[in-house]
């Protein structure tokens, strides 16, 4: 579905990655784990066409989207939570996660998602007129996973979904992201938990200062010693 | 003990070298009273700039009042100096003018400097048109909107100079101290600066009070050296030139305003036979300097000697490079 | 220095300073046209003592400092005989003291100000001329007009206080007006609405406005005054004398409106028609005072070069201070002791929007 | 009492004038947080551009109104993607300085190619006065009023509840957010600009015919007092343009009837730093604290 | 008596009650965790001691010398002074300076550097310059940060941001730091890191820390005691294993396997 040849992206004179190649299946949860500042981030942003690589092809579905512009790509069902949140500040609970919908036209079916949302975080229901600025980390981080998911994405990129979140979430977060994917929507997750991630992906990369140095399976990688000690903390 | 370090003795060399240099051009002709006028401009540009990059791009503060804290510096100056048409009639003047504009710049800073961005902007252009609509009120003191004349032109360019050598000596020893460096934290990240026990209310009033001294001195010298000054002088326009100054050398960059007040100075020079066009050209040029350059010339980076030696190091690998 | 130098080139070049940007643009760009048509004539007619006039010009950005600076480059490196500019009074005071050192003449069409050409104490600026009245002859005159020809007892002052214009007559008038003046109401040279002061002067018992003004808002207020149903006879200076009063106005609102001015625009003398007509075609609008004087001050050095016979700054000066009869469109004037031109006032009544009559008041 | 309430009037419509101008000020300020120096500019060639459509080209008063707003929305759109569009990523402070250098551009351009001298506006409408009880109001008076109570309200519409509203919202408070939404961040910049100086264009035309002057210099003292009626306000909330904008207005007509027009600016804005101590964040202005 | 004690604290963002009836206590040199669902109060209560934001109700009293001292309606430099240090959830550091200068900033205030001193350059600066910037560097250095002392701060990784914080806020010399989720966004691995590296500075700086977090590897290895936060209010308070095993925290928070 998702194929991504020799990326290679640059922010000014640094090189943050360079010939990342990985692919995700139609169906599949894959999993990029590294450490910080291994450039996963920086990946996401040039698939989502808010970065132009420098070289490389990004193929979504046979054809090239590396050129693209973000509007297109979403339009395309390729959506995505990004690091750090970055909810609408100023705007309410409702209209951050109206604004996931903006280029639906399917009002009864928006409203219909809208709902299922609110059943996922019923903390957002209760928040719901409230300027999502000044909603709690964890919360604002529910604001930004339900507004992807209002697009409808048939692909759904994730940065560090579980960040700030507390256990009882984390855990509910990952069982929402297998259920979306159960659902029919493959997703892309980067994790610094890394264990968790490794658990519900299908697949996972391993990705060192700009490079993939493994892959595997989800159970391969767990298992790995390197992995354990690098990333899991032995 | 460090007193006499490198970087001292480094600059300390450069001023009086510039301050010689200078002097032999305007003794030999080099320097022909016309250009004389535009040194001086530029050095009068710099203290201003100078002291409202310290309020802009030290603490942070946006300041849209420059000119109104100049008018009192340049009135009290030239009303003193009138009385007393001599050197100590001035010194006297610009001393009354740094008193009374730090009074001014207390009594208005201390509620308005917790007002966030374009709030601050409009209630420090507030005050600074508070100042001139007094000044053209106080008839009796001022002569009103036709202003002073026949001030005693004491300020030659020499001693001019000495002033925007200290203005800059002053500004720059503040910000590279452990104050200066509060002040800049402010303006880095309030809430955080205040966390790190920080009286953020305290340096903001000092940086602001300080950079509207510095404008006071610029004021005065003004009205000694151009011996005319009326309220006109003292609009928004002017205070926009200074930030435009600012902007261009680079917030946060005191070389950078001693640059950029240079560049534009001698800009002018060129600018003047164009007429009317000129004033469309300087707007051209801004805009595009803008759009090349947006964190002006030299961002927030000071230019250092050390730096412009790094810096032909770094040209001359590049050429070695090319070679290959 | 480097002034006297241009008598050996072919031509002798006249410096021009005006305000041909920012707020007072408007005065300063109809000096530079009027000395712009004067130039030419002058030499189409066979230029001065042999040779053309040659123009060196610069604007001075509306910026004091700037007209020092310029008027510096001008007098020291440009090598100009004379200065004709600049429009306003702080821009002449500006200039003062660098043509001063460098002893060239400067001659301001329209810097009014008392000061300008003889100091606080007394001595007589050596090298700045004009060819406008000063403010304080304007306001007494029209004092004593109001007094004498309006019968007027009570008056009320609109002026401009950003203006040292509009700050010297309103003095010159307060200090002779002999009735009382029972409100003095004050606008910015940025207003555009006048409503405030006017409905708060309009319930007041008054039979004359006094309006010390340049045109841009005399136009305005005039126009509003008179739709509010104001209709006390309404006195200005020569900054009422250009053609947008009445199109700012409205004609049948410019009623009852006296002024003084230094030329008319009905005059039938045969070379006040000659320049309004060959203005006229140069510009495409008719001349106004700002470039009457403008156009007087060139031809007022032209003279002084031809009466010195020598194209040098001391021969100008020289020459300027003992003009006598000049003749030139805004009237035929001397220069006295002091600088000034010793010329009559001319006060003119408009009905409707025309000249009802006109009245010449001597110094 | 009749004075007062005439005075009133005076300080609403000269005060509908500042809020008329607020309005596209403080969208655009609302939307990409620039002080956007040049809308005082744009409403001055919105202003000439209306005059050449009625002196040159002989329009009628709507046709020309409708011109000036195209023109002038036009004209904000080309200055937004020339001169605003290649800072994006700068400071704001440096967007700013870019506003004066458009600002200048426009002021100086239309100064060389008209002249300096002020222009007569052709009254084009006739100017009907209605007069209650000693009480006047003019035509044009209601006309601006009305005209720019009803651009408030389509405005606020347009800005909370519409999808290009919500976009443009969105797009200010973050843009790489907004591009993930399937938002256009260019276009919706664009219309941004275009709706803001549209507005400045019609304000041109009317403040114009209203007051029969113009000249190149026109806009710049009515940007400012925009600027100031923006903030005062509140940065960014429409209704708070419009309420700054009267606010300033009955304030000067104020001390102009009741105290001493010689001071009135400074009078102005010692309330204006009053209002602001009491209110920093403006009079409709909520003052979020930052949630740490 | 204790170090802090905080008494039915209260904070009503409108109609919301973020935290209600809080009361907390510190003793001298104890960590102690406080944890909870998202959007329980934490960051709030945190805000509310170092007095970004005024508590509706309630007291919080410091002792002071043995005496006891009061913050509420105190300004948050004031409340530095007193001995409040903290970090923040989403990091604030002074992006566009460097490492060191993030350090010299905090200590400031307790190094009394006169305005005057500074602009005149008399030899008593040059000589609390450097003492600062030699204790700053041996702060630095317990970080492993002295090698970045003239990076910019916004150019580090992540983790390293997270570990200047902490050494920003070491320096203002605290007796109580207050820690907001210090291991965000970093991996196990750095995690364990972090684990080891806040045992070793309570016990060499004798602190008293306050500890939100979300990691619970991090949490219950380190803390002594713990608080959890439901919905503003106290809901429980006890030794690791006791919480660990508190039906009324597992069914909030912590979740069950
Ligand atoms: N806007 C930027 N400008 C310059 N460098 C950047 C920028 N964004 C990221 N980088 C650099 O690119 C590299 C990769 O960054 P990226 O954010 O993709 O890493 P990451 O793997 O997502 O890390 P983390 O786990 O911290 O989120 C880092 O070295 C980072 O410093
Ligand atoms: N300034 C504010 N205005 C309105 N509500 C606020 C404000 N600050 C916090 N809140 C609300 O108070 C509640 C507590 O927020 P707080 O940030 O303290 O949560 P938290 O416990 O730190 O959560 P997390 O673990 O997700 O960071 C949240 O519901 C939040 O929406
Ligand atoms: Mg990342
Ligand atoms: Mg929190």
Redesign the pocket.
Known sequence: MLEVKDLSVHYGVIEAIRNVSFEVNEGEIVSLIGANGAGKSTILKAISGLHQPSNGEIVYEGTAITKETPKKIVEKGISQVPEGRHIFSGMTVMENLEMGAFLRKDKAEVQNDLNNIFARFPILKE?MK?DAA??????QQMVAMGRALMSRPRLLLLDEPSM?L?PILIKEIFHIIEEINQTGTTVLLIEQNAKMALKIANRGYVLETGNVVQTGTGKELLESDVIQKAYLGG | MKLVNKTNIGWLILAIATFLILQLAVSTGLISAYYEITLVTILINVILAVGLNLIIGFSGQFSLGHAGFMAIGAYTAGIISKYFPHYGGLFLGIIGGIILTSIVALIVGVPTLRLKGDYLAIATLGVAEIIRITIVNMQNVTNGAAGLSGIPYLAKWPLVYVFAVLTVLIVVNYTRSSPGRATIAIREDEIAAESMGINTTKYKTIAFVLGAATAAVGGALHASYFSVIRPGDFTFNKSIDILIIVVFGGIGSVTGSIIAAIVLGILNVFLQPFGSLRMIIYALALIVIMIFKPSGLLGNKEFTISGLLHLFGRKSTIKEEGKK | GAGGSTADGDTIKLGAMFEKTGPVSAYGSAESNGVKLAVKEINEAGGVLGKQLEIVEYDTKSDNTEATSIATRLATEDGVVAIVGPATSGAVQAATQPITRAEVPLITPSGTADNLTVTESGEVQPFVFRTSFQDSFQGVALANFATEHLQSEKAVIIGDSSSDYAVGLTDAFKNTYEGEIVAEEYFTQDDTDFSAILTKIQNQDFDVIYLPAYYEQAGLILKQAREMGIEQPILGGDGFSNQALLDLAGIENVTDVYYSAHFSLENEDEQVQTFIDNYTAEYDTAPDAFSALAYDAVYLVAQALEDGGEATPEAVTAALESITDFDGVTGTFSIDENHNPIKSTLIIEVQEGKEASTQEIQP | MDTFIQQMINGLSLGSIYALIALGYTMVYGIIKLINFAHGDIYMVGAFVGYTMINSFGMGFFPALVTAMALSALLGVLIERIAYKPLRNATRIAVLITAIGVSYLLQNGMLYFYGAGVRAFPQVLENKLYSVGGIKVSQIQLMIFGTTFILMILLQFIVQKTKMGKAMRAVSTDASAAQLMGINVDNTISFTFFLGSSLAGAAGVLVGLYYNTIDPMMGVAPGLKAFVAAVLGGIGIIPGAMIGGLTIGIIETMVSAYGNSMIRDAVVYGILILILIIRPAGILGKHV?E?V | MSLLEVKKLTKY?GG?S?VSNVNLELKSNELVGLI?P???????LFNLLTGVYQPSEGTIDIENDGKKESVVGKKTYTITDMGFGRTF?NIRLFKDLTVLDNVLIAMHSKSKVGTLKSILRLPSYYASEEKMKQEAIELLKIFSLENKISELAKNLPYGEQRRLEIVRALATKPKVLFLDEPAAGMNPQETADLTALIRQIQKDFKMTILLIE?DMSLVMNVCERIYV?EYGRMIAHGTPEEIKANDQVIKAYLGGE
């Open positions: 928040r409230q000044t909603l709690s980390g964890g919360e700030g507390a | 604290k949630k | 963002f919301l973020a909870g998202n959007g329980a109060g934490k960051t709030t959830q979300h936060l």
